[in-house]
């Protein structure tokens, strides 16, 4: 595999639900990062790690809880969402935090009823 | 102060003509200013960057102009084909170790 892989590519899940997003890095990137897309919105910057370390949280309620165990791999762990929380998640690795460009894997689609 | 503002939302544009997408920005600190494009079903890629000490930059069918006194960007798209037809976002940044600031994207629609 190449890239920036994501899964699953769709999940819909209930209220109560606790589910997990995974996404892995194939490029030997140090920074990882957790977007969140919504239809004519900017793209709303949720979490970075750099080295494994998250330096940036952007806000986020606290039913979204993320989790880097090494550079290569990343989760976005959901619990109790909203139904105002379907989106497209995307996954994203640059070589290092702020250093030029995104690589982005294809999203994760988060269905809420 | 930190928003970018993009329009249009969406534009159609005829097989072989000029597709145009502006963005304007009010933060005088912002010094990186890329493009990504995104094709249904993927994730954004960048397309094209430019940083604010050229007016312009080209890249195939692809120019970045820039107006640092106008705080404004636009990408334009030459010869635009049908395989073009993506939703494209503007993006900018302060620089190093900053997140980049992004507009709420164009979605354009190149007819054959």
């Known amino acids: 595999e190449t890239g920036v892989t994501q899964t699953p590519r769709h999940l819909v899940m209930g209220m109560t639900n606790k589910k997990s997003l995974k996404c892995e890095q194939h490029?030997?990137?140090?920074?990882m990062y957790w977007y969140k897309q919504s239809a004519k919105k900017p793209l709303e910057l949720m979490f970075v790690y750099n080295f494994k370390e998250q330096t940036e949280n952007n806000s986020v309620p606290s039913r979204f809880s993320p989790e880097c165990p090494n550079s290569s791999h990343l989760f976005l762990h959901l619990h109790t969402l909203q139904p105002e929380d379907s989106a497209l998640y995307l996954c994203a690795s640059s070589q290092d935090w702020g250093a030029g460009e995104l690589f982005f894997g294809e999203g994760s689609r988060l269905t809420v009823l | 102060q930190q928003q970018v503002k993009q329009s249009p939302q969406s534009l159609i544009v005829q097989k072989g003509g000029i597709s145009i997408i502006n963005c304007a920005y009010e933060n005088t600190a912002f010094d990186y200013f890329p493009w990504y494009q995104q094709f249904p079903g993927k994730g954004p890629a960048l397309l094209i960057a430019i940083r604010p000490d050229v007016s312009e930059k080209k890249e195939g069918r692809f120019t970045i102009s820039f107006n640092k006194s106008a705080k404004q960007f636009s990408l334009h798209i030459m010869d635009s084909q049908p395989g073009d037809s993506a939703t494209y976002f503007c993006a900018a940044s302060p620089g190093s170790n900053y997140q980049l600031i992004w507009g709420a994207g164009t979605k354009l629609i190149i007819k054959p």
């Open positions: 490029l030997g990137h140090n920074a």
